[in-house]
């Protein structure tokens, strides 16, 4: 608890001892900054038009904190703001992060929870009304993001404000295909949980944020969004989503390890689930979350997709990994499963049913600790590419919007089943 | 010739009832330490089990892939119970050690100490048997998942080099500890794990080299490849 409130307290010393003068802000602005050179200028450059915009008498305190840029970004922040608002600027304590931690912020790096929790504490010491974070290295960032981010939580329409943004139909397909339909179905909200780029919340849910124990979990604070976005839904507070547009990044993240995305993605909804059992076990029917902000709608394919390479880790995983899915899927998942491998890649489909019990099948595998959890999460994998490869030769030749037929359709599925994982859950 | 007759069976007699005056207290110490051996035993063998299934031993034995391993070799019952069982037959064998002792045979004298001397080398040895079991399990498990989802099709093959890595290293380990052939054994691991290694490193060096150069490429320049094409989330 000592602990916990130093680490509360020491941003907000680091603050005011950079702005003696200041004491109370009605927004915050953080800016989670590495390397962000090429595009700081122009984002804080739309965020303060925004702001002027959204809120022209608020007072705002614009927070960067820096994971040791080489390339003078935190100078950049400064000399963009010019002194027209107040600024401060943090650095990384300690270097507790790994590598591997890294791998879902994309262009974030490591020790965004760690910037995160500055951000919050400086909303709380403050006394802001609302937070807002932008991702530096987002080059798409609008004055319109401020409004659509903050005007919700402003107003009191909203205390979270997530992001949706226009990307091609099959980008973020974990997210689409696991995070979201089963979210849906457990916490009964519409959320879908676009990562990355810019969120708001209010001061009192920062306060609730500040309070939660995922901090120190080591497997969940990796994905902050998803945390951030979980515990609003079920502690059960006013959700809106933003329309924000396109996300163009800076330097888009290359070579990820798409295990590793799967560990700590699916890692941390399952990590969730069993600290909001109680919640989920009760919520049905999922709820329209508010909208604000540009429509969304799914976009055409960048480029060609590799379906054979999906194909074939699924078809080696089914091949290799026997032995690990024969403890952790039920028999008659697995009976499912196995004759998939038969069947040729033109017609090869996996059934929505099928892949909500596979998912429902690990949770419960990874609540019984039946295997060393990393080793149950990344075993998914194989998995997860044949539902996203069956998704793709479903839809490719179609057009983008029946993508969203496809997972709204899974969403129903995860829905239908819930009661095979409640049944299950409870016995285990 | 009556009275010799006489003295002679008398003296057997007596003779063999003093011996079995003296062995009889030795036989009954002997049948005590076996009686008490199966009891003492029984209460080491339940107190383990319900420690170790307070404990979840077997939740993390299943984890660490030790009992699937075991399930292959014909073994089903939990880790729980075959420690338990371990800990009755270690306890009754030290109860009828003594018992053996307490009959004081020529050919059994000094047998309980030489064997006290050589249980903290057999308990070592167990203990390393254990860890290196586990660990292999669990390393073999990580590299096959690892070696799968890079679409390694030589996954299983790595996996098993893994696994029976740390099986051999752990075998050479435990007969080290238990002195059995010490220097053959060191000689023959090292010789061995050292050719595996050479074999390895000639391997990678001679056909390898351009996947380890491609890989250095991808990881150092974050070139943009098949593999990341799509943003999972």
Redesign the interface.
Known sequence: MMASQERVDAPWQQIRAQLPQFERADIVVGFPSFNNAETVKPVIEAVMAGLRQACPDASVLLVNQDAGSHDGTPELVKGAVEGRMSVALLHRATRTATGMESRLSGAWPSGREEAFHSFLSATKESGATACAVIDPAVRSVTPDWMTWLLSPIMESRAEYVAPVFLRPRYEGSLTNMLVYPLNRALYGSAMRYHAGGGCGMSGRLADLYLAQRFWDERAVRSSMDICLTTVAIAEDRSLCEAGLGEKLIQSPAGGDDVSSVVAQTVGAVFYFMERYQDVWEHRAQAQPVLHTGLPYRPQPDRGPINIDRMMRGFRQGLRDLLPIWEIILSPETLSGILPLALIEKDEFRFPPQLWAQTVYDFALAYHEKVLHREHLLKSLTPLYLGQMASLVLRTQEQKPEDVEVCIEELCDTFARMKPYLVERWRFS | MKEMWEDAMLEAFHETSRRLGLFLPKLLALITFLVLGVVVGWLVKMLLMRVLSAVRFD?FC???GLM?ALARAGVVQPASSLIGRLGFWTVFLVFTLMGIDALSLPATANLMSVLLEFLPNLLASAFLLLCGILLGN?LG??A??????A?I?E??LIAHFVRWGLYLFTGAMVLTQLGIAKEIVVAAFCIMFGGIVLALAIAVGLGGRNIARDKLE??LH????????????
Do not use: K, S
């Open positions: 939740a299943e984890r660490m699937p669990f498990e990580a096959l998942i690892t070696a799968v989802n679409q099709q996954a299983r991808r990881r974050r070139r943009r490849t098949e593999e990341d094409e799509l943003t999972h989330i």
